[in-house]
């Protein structure tokens, strides 16, 4: 069955430091998603992104964050400036089409800022 | 912005009683997703409701949709110890421009004693 793969499984950084973490979603899926869940809470709406460009964001989605698809394959997501408060599982999820489908979730990437 | 609240946030339950957990949005929705997470996993899509009123069923999971597309609920008969994990329901906004935007609700943690 096709899955979401992200990497790195588990990634501690600096505070202040920048972060990048990768998604490779499924491969006929056109909408990719990133999501963050603090320890023991819900599930947080990131940002959308759909034919190279930002669908929609959420509040928390600031300047510190970027995404990008460089090669048709990856889905990156980038975190400046590490906060402590950063520290969370990120989830990339994809969906075939925007509405009326499921969304297929990684496994995630659980970063630790220090 | 949109909120989607769940209840309870814990339930304790004997192997073979039933489970229910409920789901309430501030704002109509186009349609309801149920995901599960097991502990340490990501979140697994279970379900979706599109229509108001709608009653799906999977095995012992009964799904249903609010007439007026702004609750909904998970009823779980005779719970099994595979059952646990973290109930989330997770809603898609109606109009506007929300590309894909999932609002998740709290979730249900669901323990299930043997």
């Known amino acids: 069955e096709p899955e979401v793969t992200q990497t790195p499984s588990h990634q501690v950084t600096q505070m202040g430091q920048e972060v990048i973490l990768r998604c490779v979603p499924i491969s006929n899926h056109l909408y990719f998603y990133w999501y963050r869940q603090i320890l023991g809470q819900k599930v947080e709406f990131l940002v959308s992104f759909y034919n190279n460009e930002i669908s929609e964001k959420s509040e928390i989605f600031d300047d510190q964050f970027s995404v990008e698809r460089p090669d048709g394959s990856n889905f990156t997501l980038k975190i400046r400036s590490t906060k402590l408060e950063d520290s969370a599982m990120y989830f990339c999820a994809s969906s075939k089409t925007l509405l009326n489908t499921e969304a297929f979730f990684g496994q995630g990437t659980r970063l630790t800022v220090v | 912005g949109q909120q989607v609240m769940q209840i309870p946030q814990y339930q304790h339950v004997q192997e073979g009683e039933d489970f229910t957990t409920y789901c309430n949005s501030s704002t109509t929705l186009s349609n309801i997703q149920w995901y599960k997470q097991r502990p340490g996993g990501h979140p697994v899509f279970l379900i979706q409701l599109v229509k108001s009123g709608e009653v799906k069923k999977q095995k012992r999971l009964t799904f249903q949709f609010g007439e007026a597309k702004k609750n909904s609920s998970l009823h779980i008969t005779a719970t099994q110890t595979t059952d646990v994990g973290t109930y989330f329901c997770?809603?898609?906004?109606?109009?506007?421009?929300?590309?894909?935007?999932?609002?998740f609700g709290q979730g249900t943690i669901l323990t299930v004693h043997p």
């Open positions: 997770a809603g898609l906004s109606a109009g506007g421009t929300s590309y894909g935007k999932l609002t």
